[in-house]
């Protein structure tokens, strides 16, 4: 198999994927691949359960290169964790990145948000989602090299990371150089015009995807 020995879930959409030969999001992450640079790290938001995190480790010629994973579904982060076993040094972190510590909801990318409700696992809906979890911001990551590329893919909270006084110190003191974000479409203005005046440039999109750089 394309990632070796790996753990996946019976019918979810991302196992689906990892099981055919052409793997899950392998022409996206082939494109931004080569935006990996040696000594340096690559922080993946919504790593599920490691599908493109394995793609990017495997696929890069770059040495030296620090991976960190950031999932809130509790019911995943086994599967990552055994997933990026062979991943030298790699972080995971199992929570949901928002503008403040506290709890996250997740529901349908709806932005509503429980804070000060510690010791509350994560509970589901019917759909198996996590209604909320475990909520931290961007400096509670520990980086020892600076961020070439940032995935982020979190099904509508990816607006929480542009938000907050501790975040945008964080994008201030160590912004990636290139950001690939899935974006829903309702927070596209608000996510893009914080990118933008953080002195970022879209190079292009594929479907739901935007990469950006930082101007040079």
Request: proline fraction near 4%; include cysteine; hydrophobic fraction near 35%.
């Amino acid at each position: 198999p394309r990632y070796g020995k790996v753990a996946l879930f019976k019918d979810d959409v991302v196992s689906k994927g990892m099981r055919t030969n052409f793997g899950w999001e392998h022409g996206l992450m082939n494109r931004v691949v080569e935006y990996i640079t040696p000594n340096s790290t690559v922080l993946d938001v919504g790593a599920n359960i490691g599908a493109s995190t394995l793609e990017l480790y495997r696929s890069t010629n770059a040495e030296n290169v620090d991976y960190i994973c950031v999932e809130m579904q509790a019911d995943v982060l086994p599967l990552l964790k055994f997933n990026t076993r062979h991943i030298k040094g790699r972080q995971i972190y199992g929570g949901g990145l928002s503008d403040e510590p506290g709890v996250i909801s997740y529901l349908d990318g709806i932005d509503e948000k429980f804070h000060n409700m510690g010791g509350i696992g994560p509970t589901k809906n019917i759909d198996g989602y996590p209604l909320h979890a475990a909520s931290f911001v961007l400096d509670n990551i520990k980086l020892h090299k600076p961020i070439s590329l940032l995935k982020c893919d979190t099904e509508g909270s990816e607006v929480f990371l542009f938000q907050g006084d501790r975040n945008r110190d964080w994008w201030r003191e160590h912004g990636p150089e290139y950001v690939i974000i899935e974006c829903f479409e309702q927070h596209q203005e608000k996510v893009f015009g914080f990118l933008e005046e953080y002195g970022y440039e879209k190079l292009w999109k594929q479907l739901n995807d935007h990469l950006w750089r930082r101007r040079r």
